[in-house]
């Protein structure tokens, strides 16, 4: 996720990267490392198949008992930038289904993309376009 903001940012957030795109501008942005790689490890491993239909359960209403994620499977690229750390799976009982998972997964990498998307509204405020 990124953004061009004119000028250089007083403060930078940790865990964004800047760079200057050229004289008056500068790129701001945050990544993710594992958003296909979860998805990867979800269907391969929990033997969701491709095919499945999870629409519906993507667009249901959030549930209580939907694990927490926190989707690291390769460490944390952003906004943290923690090499080691790794995925957690919190609130899985013996009743949690292999769907139940995956859209706590889903939910995990959702909210690692809101986390950056704020931090980067903080800096450059209100986006005008998106291309």
């Known amino acids: ?12 957030p940790a865990g964004l990267w800047g760079y ?3 004289a008056s501008h500068t790129l701001l942005g945050g990544a993710l490392n594992d958003v296909g790689r979860a998805i ?7 033997q969701i ?14 549930d209580p008992v ?3 994620v926190l989707p690291f499977f390769s ?6 930038w923690a090499a080691d750390a790794r995925t957690i799976f919190s609130g ?7 769907a139940m998972v995956f859209r ?8 690692s993309y809101a986390r950056i998307a704020d931090q980067l509204h903080d800096v450059a405020g209100e986006t005008r376009q998106v291309g």
């Open 1 to 12: 996720m990124r953004v061009l903001i004119e000028g250089v940012p007083e403060k930078l």
């Open 75 to 80: 460490g944390e690229r952003s906004t943290g």
């Open 104 to 111: 706590g997964t889903v939910e995990g990498v959702a909210i």
């Open 49 to 62: 198949s491709p095919e499945s239909d999870l629409n519906e359960l993507l667009l249901a209403h959030p």
């Open 20 to 22: 200057r795109a050229d």
């Open 92 to 98: 899985v009982s013996a009743a949690t289904t292999a």
């Open 40 to 46: 990867s490890w979800l269907t391969s491993t929990l």
């Open 66 to 68: 939907t694990p927490l």
